[in-house]
């Protein structure tokens, strides 16, 4: 894995099921665009919000949606080793190239339970394990020092963190080789975080605009840095509405405002109203060229 990944949004019908022709179109729209790989069953995939068997049905209509040379990191984790076991398995015959596994949540766990429960996942899984921290959603952090343990597992092969802010991405960059490979969760700072030795993201943003969180990565691979930075202050304040202030419901609206089937939000999740609907229409077109 390396680059731009999308954590595609999942799309529901007015019935509340999983629509997966627009999945698909979802899946291809962001690939042409240029995102590096995909990530089905994330946190803006409302994956919480899937069982066990969707969540499987949508892993499998994502890889068979990706172009041959998009990779495809699944989310796989839940609460407990059992269900994260299988549902890895499944991402596994899928055809998935990853898994991306959240740490352990609901109950409050000690650090080196939280440390075993990642070396089993790992010691059982047919694919290459990535770490998830974020603390917004799961109360739980994961320390530097954890991570740089975990990252000597022969099947432990990288992390997206959604919860520091660029000292504590360097930190866990300090802790681990560079062989690890560690992604920003933040759009809002996706090119600051790549000078500070990220080796992609994973983006909410990339959902609304793929061809800006791309670029960003594209010139910082140039060595277009002062470049880079100037394309992402054009998209903070998008950034900052579709997630931290509006979550998946003002991703969704942000996306249809670019004709995307983005379909419903899952309840209860509920849809923003008109005003912020006018608002995200702006903040879009601010941020594309």
């Excluded at 995102?35 to 994956?47: A, I, K, R, T, Y």
């Excluded at 998009?70 to 190239?97: F, K, N, S, Y």
């Excluded at 998830?132 to 990288?158: D, I, M, Q, W």
């Amino acid at each position: 894995m390396h680059g731009t990944g999308v954590p595609l949004a999942t799309p529901f019908d007015d019935a509340g099921d999983v629509d997966h022709d627009a999945l698909r179109e979802l899946t291809a729209w962001t690939a042409e665009r240029g995102v590096d790989f995909v990530v089905p069953c994330g946190s803006n995939s409302e994956s919480e919000l899937l069982t066990v068997e969707e969540r499987a049905a949508v892993i499998e209509t994502v890889v068979e949606a990706a172009p041959a040379d998009t990779p495809v990191m699944a989310g796989t984790g839940h609460p407990g080793l059992v269900e994260t076991r299988e549902q890895t398995r499944r991402a596994a015959e899928a055809g998935a190239d990853a898994a991306l596994v959240v740490s352990p949540y609901y109950y409050k766990h000690a650090e080196a339970s939280i440390g075993t429960y990642y070396r089993e996942v790992a010691d059982a899984a047919r694919l290459p394990v990535y770490l998830y921290n974020v603390p917004k959603y799961t109360g739980v952090t994961l320390s530097p020092r954890l991570v740089g343990e975990l990252a000597s597992h022969p099947n432990v092969a990288g992390m997206k963190d959604s919860g520091s802010d660029l000292e504590g991405l360097m930190q866990f960059r300090e802790a681990t080789s560079e062989e690890f490979e560690l992604f920003a969760g933040s759009g809002g700072t996706y090119a600051h975080a790549l000078e500070a030795g990220a080796d992609g993201g994973i983006l909410a943003l990339a959902n609304v605009l793929p061809e800006r969180t791309a670029e960003i990565y594209r010139l910082h691979e140039g060595g277009k840095d002062r470049e880079a930075r100037q394309v992402n202050r054009r998209c903070v304040r998008l950034n900052r509405a579709v997630t931290s202030e509006h979550g998946v419901p003002g991703l969704k609206a942000a996306m249809r405002v670019r004709d995307l089937p983005a379909g419903r939000a899952r309840s209860p999740h509920q849809p923003v109203g008109d005003d912020v609907a006018s608002k995200l229409d702006g903040l879009v077109a601010e941020a594309l060229p």
